[in-house]
């Protein structure tokens, strides 16, 4: 098929939605489609496909938006006009862009599946999405979790145009080395025990319980890869405050490199609490599904995370260990278990990165597109 793809996210940040899209993108190549990406107008020095570490097998057109906080109402609304212009240049439209889904469904009538990452952020969002998840033009409407699923069957869309699809690792892509040869490149000390966290450190991801865990296990370096800025002053200061020296952040890592702090690691954790949230504040703890999760699985490395609801979709006691969200206790003694116990560490490593077999990005576009 023809496919465009309607995204527009805020570009060479920090965030996970412009990742996810790119791999979206090139798996959806990947598996033999034509692929067009309508993107918000950027300028960079770096090639944009080497910085999401993608093929270039897919397309790119850059369409009128601003970078304020109406870039997606303002790239929904050009990306519109566009297609309405251009609407025989594809099969099928899919996006993660609330504003051109309903255009595309109610207006344009052009068929568009709708991928789905959080529900509603606002009243004027969750009318769009009882009118548009009701269109005939809706062919699809896929979610990251089961959890997000139930929340949208709530809004009155049909059971068979919903399709639960998990994120995903782009397995041939990572670079494996041993992890004394990952820690020469992360420069992080050979010799120590090291317990690492990647990704955003929003609020309820458990940072500060990992901080408990610290003190309290104080012959462990403990390393967190990513954040925000604001946020890592804000830890640096509790750390201050809580006399803790075996904690480090790192801060922003490229896409391409962060795979290598994770092979530098003897343990990896997900410390989320019950109430973590995405970057606009919402609780997501039933239906979050972290990329870093998969990238996680595909390390190698025994993975230590909080039995949340959407976590325990893909993990489980054979391929990790789960603790009780918001203990420190629980966490730490999960921490231990994993280094202590080296044997049990690597059957769970080894069957997760079995069970990751089954979550690439080609098997998620596969899946997304299967029937239509």
Known sequence: MKITYVGSPPLFSKGASAIHIFKMCNAYSNIGHDVTLLLPPYDSGENIYDFYNVSENFGIKCIFSTRNLLRQLIHGISCSIHVFFNRNQADIYITRNIVFAFIATIFLKIPTLYDAHHPAVNSIAEQMLKLFLRSDYLIKLSTNSAGLAELYKGYGIKDDKIVVAHNGVDIDSLKYLSKA????????PNKAKIVLYSGNIYKGRGIETLMDVAGLINDVLFVIVGGEEHDIIHYRELLKNKKIDNFRFI??????????????????????????????????????????????????????????????EILNDRNSILVEPGSAKSLADGINLALSDMEKANLLSNRAVEDVKNYTWDERARNILHNI
């Not at 702090?261 to 973590?276: G, I, N, R």
């Not at 949230?277 to 595909?298: C, H, N, Q, R, W």
């Open 181 to 188: 040869e990952a820690r020469k490149i992360t420069k992080l």
């Open 251 to 312: 801060g922003f890592v490229k896409q391409e490199e962060v795979f290598y702090y994770l092979l530098s690691a003897d343990v990896l954790v997900m410390p989320y609490t019950m109430s973590m949230t995405l970057k606009s504040g919402t609780v997501a703890s039933d239906f979050t599904s972290p990329i870093k999760l998969f990238e996680y699985m595909a390390s190698g490395r025994v993975i230590v995370a909080s039995a949340i609801p959407s976590v325990k």
